[in-house]
């Protein structure tokens, strides 16, 4: 649903941009492009998801590997980043590695 002023705001972002960038405090220094906004299309599966319903809830987001995974660092803050949002609560993640020497070293 859009809102009252996202068709104008969008439309002045996009031939305003050097203007907008002045206004965050890290300064570009390479090239600036738009990129689509679309994360309709995301779908995240956590291995275990535990919800601790303390007085102040929390939830213990598990992962378990077996080998290196290189996006594994990507994915662990994207997970939280989605349950927070969803739950409204902080998240813990626990990553377990499943063999003393995984195939993959690093």
Same mark, same amino acid.
């Given at each position: 649903?859009?809102?009252?002023? &996202?068709?104008?705001?969008?439309?002045?972002?996009?031939?305003?941009?050097? &203007?907008?960038?002045?206004?965050v405090?890290r300064?570009?220094?390479?090239?600036?492009?738009?990129?689509?906004?679309?994360?309709?299309?995301?779908?995240?599966?956590a291995?275990?998801?535990?919800?601790?319903? &303390?007085?102040? !809830?929390?939830?213990?987001?598990?992962?378990?590997?077996?080998?290196?995974?290189?996006?594994?660092?990507?994915?662990?803050?994207?997970?939280?980043?989605?349950?927070?949002?969803?739950?409204?609560?902080?998240?813990?993640?626990?990553?377990?590695?499943?063999?003393?020497? !995984?195939?993959? !070293?690093?």
């Open positions: 649903m859009s809102k009252p002023y &996202d068709v104008s705001v969008k439309v002045m972002w996009d031939q305003h941009l050097p &203007d907008w960038l002045t206004l405090p300064n570009p220094r390479g090239a600036v492009r738009i990129i689509d906004s679309d994360l309709a299309t995301v779908t995240v599966l291995d275990k998801i535990v919800f601790v319903d &303390d007085p102040r !809830p929390w939830i213990l987001h598990s992962e378990f590997q077996s080998n290196r995974d290189p996006s594994l660092e990507w994915r662990v803050p994207w997970y939280n980043a989605i349950l927070e949002y969803k739950h409204k609560c902080l998240v813990h993640s626990l990553v377990v590695l499943l063999r003393a020497k !995984p195939r993959r !070293p690093a």
